[in-house]
């Protein structure tokens, strides 16, 4: 069993930055994967950006070059700075860690005004 615990969501003015971080309850380095989706009102939930335990990261194209993952192995942390953000960027983000079977955070609440 993995507990994730996201925090770091807040409200933003558009072109503001946030910093997400997900704690997990178990060392991540044994964790196959992990990352950030996001669930807008009124849409499916989509992935936001994954790194692997080798560091390897993916993006979805609607972030790439203003979102940047990262893990702390150290920390059992993964963190996903938001610069740039747009109010297309509203949604609650959810960390996730694949490890046999996916694990979900409770969720953060990131809001960006226009």
């Known amino acids: 069993q993995v507990q994730l615990v996201e925090s770091g969501g807040g409200l933003v003015q558009a072109g503001g930055s946030l910093r997400l971080s997900c704690a997990a309850s178990?060392?991540?380095?044994?964790?196959?994967?992990m990352g950030w989706y996001r669930q807008a009102p009124g849409k499916q939930r989509e992935l936001v950006a994954a790194?692997?335990?080798?560091?390897?990261?993916t993006y979805a194209d609607s972030v790439k070059g203003r979102f940047t993952i990262s893990r702390d192995n150290a920390k059992n942390t993964v963190y996903l700075q938001m610069n740039s953000l747009r109010p297309e960027d509203t949604a609650v983000y959810y960390c996730?860690?694949?490890?046999?079977?996916?694990?979900w955070g409770q969720g953060t609440q990131v809001t960006v005004s226009s």
């Open positions: 178990t060392m991540i380095f044994s964790i196959n994967a």
């Open positions: 790194i692997t335990r080798g560091g390897t990261t």
């Open positions: 996730i860690a694949d490890r046999g079977i996916r694990y």
